[in-house]
């Protein structure tokens, strides 16, 4: 993704969340908004890939907004961790 | 049409209730889900699963799929001649090419919101294709040509496929598991709704050279053991062409030497590094000279490689 910042209302449509969804799990940490105040919104690009997966999830596991930010919390750790075995594997001969 | 038996693909029976057919969704959905399932086959079992959950989960759907009667998986089938009055599916006269799915998500269409109608603004379907990439062509960045299968809703209000051909331009620096997203080139948004979006996924094939770990490259570069004891100078290959690279004295197997800004050009303007893997190689059959040089070296060196055993 490139970095640009998108606001909230294309947020909101982009990522098939719902506006308060996206409060709620601002308030759980998933995702850190630029802007003060909530009108003033506006995300990261790469936050829309993560968002796009809660969305999924949310839709094909009817999951409230707390479980949703606790497994988003275990797959970002998975992530680091899949990152940090492809680093090493890289560090190994052929 | 070609018939798909949904129940098969939950694994329940035809007198499946509610909540077992729910329970049956939810456990496959854990095991094939494409966001959490490593599964190789996920994406394509979950579509599945989903789609006959969809349908046997909504009543109507359930008692309209029930009317097509039972067939083989696979098999082709046309509904029984009133089906289509039963379920309210008239105007749909040419069922021969359309897909099952398709045809009760026009059911879910037509009794749900009335696409007919026209009041109700909705937004385009959004699309995820995968991209596979060389390492030169992420490197440069590229052009590809995607031909996609988009669903649409006719004027009749009926679910269509149309292909859709899209070129897209790969920036320079994108790295294997990248999303682009390509603002409104995904399924056209419905009564003024605005149209849904492209995602890349980007996969990078693997290079016969050089291993990519976001904008680092990995290369494996074999010394010979003379030049790991006394250093040397040697050429080696980037994306970018031949390097000079300097082996310091006294270089171990397995140790990295960083060139920096030789990997993958990243979206700050700046680019990766790349790694030189070491590793000493030995020649598998030595000459009698080597061999009688190797012996002297032996006889002469007082350097134990496995010192550290004997603390």
Request: proline share 6%; hydrophobic share 40%.
């Amino acid at each position: 993704m490139d970095y640009d910042l998108i606001r909230f209302t294309e947020f909101e449509s982009a990522s098939g969340l719902t506006r308060v969804e996206i409060v709620e799990l601002v308030e759980h940490g998933v995702f850190v908004p630029a802007g003060k105040t909530v009108d003033e919104w506006a995300f990261h690009e790469s936050a829309l890939a993560v968002a796009r997966v809660a969305a999924r999830l949310r839709a094909d596991f009817d999951l409230p907004p707390e479980s949703l930010a606790l497994l988003l919390a275990y797959r970002e750790r998975m992530l680091e961790l899949e990152q940090r075995v492809r680093e090493l594997e890289c560090l190994l001969p052929r | 049409m070609k018939y798909k038996d949904y129940y098969a693909i939950l694994g329940v029976a035809h007198s499946a209730g509610d909540e077992e057919i729910k329970k049956a969704y939810r456990r496959l959905a854990r095991k094939y889900h494409p966001d959490v399932s490593k599964e190789p086959n996920a994406k394509e079992r979950f579509q599945e699963v989903a789609e006959a959950y969809e349908t046997l989960k909504d009543k109507g759907k359930r008692a309209a799929y029930d009317g097509l009667g039972s067939h083989r998986a696979g098999q082709d089938f046309q509904p029984p001649p009133d089906w289509q009055q039963r379920f309210h599916a008239s105007g749909m006269d040419d069922l021969g090419g359309i897909d099952l799915s398709d045809l009760f998500a026009s059911l879910g269409a037509r009794g749900g919101h009335g696409f007919r109608g026209g009041e109700i603004r909705m937004p385009g379907e959004d699309y995820e294709v995968t991209v596979h990439l060389s390492l030169e062509e992420a490197m440069r960045g590229t052009e590809v040509a995607l031909e996609l299968t988009v669903r649409e809703i006719a004027k009749d209000g009926r679910v269509v496929r149309a292909p859709k051909s899209i070129r897209a331009r790969i920036p320079p620096g994108v790295t294997d598991g990248q999303k682009l997203r390509l603002r409104g080139k995904g399924g056209a948004g419905i009564n003024g709704g605005r149209d849904g979006d492209l995602y890349l996924n980007i996969a990078l094939r693997p290079h016969p050279l050089f291993r990519a770990s976001g904008h680092d490259l990995y290369l494996d570069v074999p010394v010979a053991p003379w030049e790991a004891a006394l250093g040397a100078e040697i050429e080696i290959p980037t994306l970018a062409g031949r390097v000079a690279l300097k082996i310091p004295a006294g270089s171990k197997a397995g140790q990295r030497l960083r060139l920096a800004g030789k990997g993958l050009p990243n979206p700050h303007g700046t680019a990766g590094n790349l790694y030189a893997v070491l590793s000493v190689a030995v020649p598998s059959v030595l000459t009698d000279r080597e061999r009688r040089l190797f012996e002297e070296l032996r006889g002469a060196s007082s350097f134990n490689p496995r010192g550290h055993f004997a603390q």
